[in-house]
């Protein structure tokens, strides 16, 4: 496993090796010193340069657009990159043959793959959503059977703020694997009330005056139109009101509890026409 256990031509600090050897009958103490102090050496020097290397990249995220998961995402990488290569780096100087090194990397990655095979996938699966930004933070989504307010975005899971207040922690996979509607990606978002009408009121009326109605809220824009649209539900009738509102600017939940108390009236003030005997 271990290289030739002697001092080294190569190595920086051969001269302090050769001191060393020559007052040690076991010529021991001099190849340890000279592959210790090396091997330290080496991995300051790629441990600084990592360092710097993200400082570098943090200031350029800072700068730029990314979202607060990427840049975590690229800091955590650049360490663990750093690390690795300053340990595997010390190791070879050491003296531990390269070779021995890739095999152990090779098994303990097959090894650890089969037993976390789930984690590593959402790991994956959460690169991949930092790295497309299909949703950031603060979004309104919803994935599979779960919508929500995006609170977080880790490697492995996305918690979701549910609607009644609940905590949603989704595996990554599942936002990856399953279709994911965002409803914060555009400003407008269009929202529906339904009212039942009286059964003797007059539906024209009906429809001119609730199209009247949402038409006067300020909160409500006028492109794309309110639409109006009658149902039957069993003998009663029942009308659709479908209309757009800048859910950045407005709270959806209020514009609707709005629109349902001025539709209220509609029909309830008129009758419809007596028919002909």
């Known amino acids: 496993m271990l290289a030739d256990f002697s001092c080294d031509t190569n190595l920086p600090f051969d001269a302090v090796c050769r001191?060393?050897?020559?007052?040690?009958?076991?010529?021991?103490?001099?190849?340890?010193?000279?592959?210790?102090?090396?091997?330290?050496?080496?991995?300051l020097i790629i441990y600084i340069v990592g360092r710097v290397v993200r400082?570098?990249?943090?200031?350029?995220?800072?700068?730029?657009?990314?979202?607060?998961?990427?840049?975590?995402?690229?800091?955590?990488?650049?360490?663990?990159?750093?690390?690795?290569?300053?340990?595997?780096?010390?190791?070879?100087?050491?003296g531990v043959n390269f070779a021995v090194l890739v095999t152990a990397a090779g098994v303990g990655t097959v090894a650890i793959g089969?037993?976390?095979?789930?984690?590593?996938?959402?790991?994956?699966?959460?690169?991949?959503?930092?790295?497309?930004?299909?949703?950031?933070?603060?979004?309104?989504?919803?994935?599979?059977?779960?919508?929500?307010?995006v609170q977080d975005i880790t490697l492995r899971t996305t918690t979701l703020r549910t609607g009644d207040g609940r905590l949603?922690?989704?595996?990554?996979?599942?936002?990856?694997?399953?279709?994911?509607?965002?409803?914060?990606?555009?400003n407008l978002v269009q929202?529906?009330?339904?009212?039942?009408?009286?059964?003797?009121?007059?539906?024209?009326?009906?429809?001119?005056?609730?199209?009247?109605?949402?038409?006067s809220l300020e909160s409500v824009t006028q492109q794309p139109a309110p639409a109006i649209r009658p149902q039957l539900d069993g003998e009663a009738m029942l009308l659709q009101c479908s209309y757009w509102l800048d859910h950045n600017a407005h709270d959806p939940n209020v514009i609707a509890a709005e629109v349902a108390r001025n539709l209220w009236k509609v029909g309830r003030t008129q009758a419809a026409p007596p028919k002909n005997a």
């Open 55 to 94: 400082r570098v990249c943090d200031a350029a995220t800072t700068r730029g657009v990314a979202d607060r998961q990427v840049r975590t995402l690229i800091h955590n990488v650049v360490t663990v990159v750093t690390y690795v290569a300053a340990t595997l780096s010390a190791l070879v100087v050491a």
């Open 114 to 149: 089969l037993a976390f095979q789930d984690v590593l996938r959402n790991i994956f699966a959460g690169i991949w959503l930092l790295l497309e930004r299909s949703f950031r933070l603060g979004d309104n989504i919803t994935v599979a059977d779960h919508s929500g307010v």
């Open 191 to 215: 929202d529906v009330v339904t009212v039942r009408l009286p059964a003797d009121a007059d539906l024209e009326a009906a429809i001119r005056d609730a199209r009247q109605v949402i038409g």
């Open 168 to 186: 949603a922690v989704l595996p990554n996979l599942t936002a990856f694997s399953n279709p994911v509607v965002n409803s914060s990606t555009y």
């Open 19 to 43: 001191a060393i050897s020559a007052h040690d009958p076991t010529h021991v103490a001099g190849p340890i010193t000279e592959r210790l102090i090396d091997s330290l050496g080496l991995f």
